[in-house]
């Protein structure tokens, strides 16, 4: 069973910074896609970023040029560094393994995800 623990959320100022981490139990996390996502209140969970093995990511519209995502394997760890934030940024970020051959539907259980309020 793989446990996901995200970390790194907290209050920021608009246009300012945060580093996400995400650590992920197991093997599994050197061999598939890793995927960021995001949930207000009310909204379904929205996919944001992919980091693919060979380090290929892939974002999406709202947050592309401004977030970044990472990975360090011997950590079993992926990253989201996000720039520039917005008050729309404001949400729960969770990650999880892709489902391998989709394009972003999640593996395993959910983590508690980590609170990224963006309030001046």
């Known amino acids: 069973q793989v446990q996901i623990v995200e970390s790194g959320g907290g209050l920021a100022q608009p246009g300012g910074s945060l580093r996400l981490s995400c650590t992920a139990s197991g093997s599994m996390f050197t061999i598939y896609a890793m995927g960021w996502y995001r949930q207000t209140p009310g909204q379904q969970r929205e996919w944001i970023a992919t980091i693919r093995h060979g380090d290929i990511t892939e974002y999406a519209d709202s947050v592309s040029g401004r977030f970044t995502v990472s990975r360090d394997n011997a950590k079993n760890t992926a990253y989201l560094e996000m720039n520039s934030l917005k008050p729309e940024d404001t949400a729960v970020y969770y990650c999880?393994?892709?489902?391998?051959?989709?394009?972003?539907?999640?593996?395993?259980?959910w983590g508690q995800g980590t609170q990224v309020t963006v309030s001046s």
């Open positions: 999880n393994i892709i489902f391998p051959g989709t394009d972003h539907d999640p593996f395993a259980n």
